[in-house]
């Protein structure tokens, strides 16, 4: 369990190009009818698939003769595929399969955080915002904090995975890494997809570079997670709520990968039960006890949406009973404006709330941030992290403060 957990949705990815919730039906017209995405012309397997899935949503058209469904709302049409597969047809499984396949299709075409797949060469990251979360995490952990936060997500991207291995190998960070202590990191998804994998950090030589900068790290999984055991290896909990992009269907179906997407991804279209099944329950109640035994709840890009019932009764059902919960902090853009989005937005946390710890919500988190940082926005947070931990994190080493 950590003292501290980070609960991250569709905004906290915003910076890595992948489109919001509200205008990914949008994004993913607009990819197909130009055959093109942000790195390009698309393949034929990719445009087919979006073909397909646009065709699936037309097709729910025929319900608004008699009930009120937005077509360019991505929840409502997952969840209506979901219902029709629920009923044993055969073709509705189909239909959500194809669905599902093509909201992984856009989010990988239109994600900037990219991997290969190899830990011993330079991953560039377009958006260092990503990498330096990483940074500040494990760095307060190797100052003294007991644990590195835990991770609920709510989304199927791998730029948290991605960021993590780009913020590790090469050579510009060595001094960082080294000053650590860390011999390697355990990741822990709580999932059947992957039994918890351990890297390791190898120092090596990149030639060509100044005698100053040539060491650096490389990353190897560790197969024998026994001998790991023994090493100084940082432990990192990401629970991803409803599925990932490297989780297969079924476990060694597809060959996992922390960075790469397998051919047929397991994720969970947001309905009302979503932790009824045999796949996603040990995630969720994971996430249960994590938020139980949290003392810290930092929230990012997640509005708490009308629509999510479920979520809106799992976040009352965790932190209720949980009487170490110390303060919540709350980022999102909306509400640092004067309108009434972010008022609403306020209300909907309020409203999960009692009274008396309602003064324990900060909605509008202060400290000094980085020049031209966007409030509210995960930059923000991470800024935060980076140079006013002591607003957001439970149990830093005093020094740090």
Aim: with cysteine.
């Amino acid at each position: 369990m950590s003292d501290n957990v980070i609960i991250l949705g569709a905004g906290a990815s915003y910076d890595a190009g992948i489109p919001l919730l509200g205008n990914f039906i949008d994004k993913m017209i607009e990819i197909s009818a130009t055959g093109r995405g942000p790195r390009g012309v698309l393949k034929s397997e990719e445009q087919s698939i979006l073909k397909k899935a646009l065709e699936i949503r037309n097709k729910i058209e025929n319900y608004h003769a008699r009930v009120a469904i937005d077509q360019f709302n991505l929840e409502q049409i997952l969840s209506v595929l979901v219902f029709e597969s629920q009923i044993g047809n055969s073709k509705g499984k189909r239909d959500l399969e194809i669905f599902s396949k093509a909201i992984a299709t856009m989010i990988e075409l239109t994600c900037n955080v990219m991997h290969d797949g190899k830990f011993n060469t330079i991953q560039e990251s377009k958006k260092q915002v990503y990498c330096n979360f990483w940074k500040n995490l494990i760095w307060h952990h190797s100052a003294g904090m007991e644990n590195i936060p835990t991770i609920l997500s709510f989304n199927y991207d791998l730029v948290l995975e991605r960021s993590l291995a780009q913020a590790i190998v090469g050579h510009k960070d060595f001094d960082f890494w080294r000053k650590t202590r860390f011999d390697g990191f355990q990741l822990d998804f709580q999932s059947e997809a992957c039994e918890s994998p351990v890297f390791l950090l190898k120092q090596a030589r990149w030639e060509g570079m100044p005698s100053e900068q040539k060491m650096g790290f490389i990353l190897e999984q560790d197969k024998n997670v026994g001998e790991a055991e023994s090493k100084n290896i940082a432990k990192i909990k990401i629970l991803k709520l409803h599925g990932s992009l490297n989780f297969p269907h079924r476990k060694n179906e597809e060959e996992w990968s922390m960075v790469k997407a397998v051919e047929n991804a397991k994720i969970i279209p947001p309905v009302f039960n979503k932790a009824d099944s045999t796949f996603a329950s040990p995630i969720w109640k994971s996430a249960l006890n994590e938020l139980r035994n949290c003392k810290n709840l930092i929230v990012c890009g997640y509005s708490l949406p009308t629509t999510d019932t479920y979520m809106q009764y799992f976040l009352k059902a965790a932190l209720g009973p949980n009487l170490h919960l110390n303060k919540i902090c709350v980022f999102d853009p909306e509400l640092y404006k004067s309108d009434t989005k972010g008022e609403e937005l306020k209300k909907r946390y309020m409203e999960c709330f009692s009274p008396q710890f309602k003064q324990r919500i900060d909605f509008q988190p202060s400290g000094k941030v980085s020049a031209g940082t966007k409030l509210g926005t995960f930059a923000h947070m991470v800024s935060l992290f980076a140079h006013e931990p002591a607003q957001l994190l439970f149990g830093l080493n005093p020094e740090e403060k």
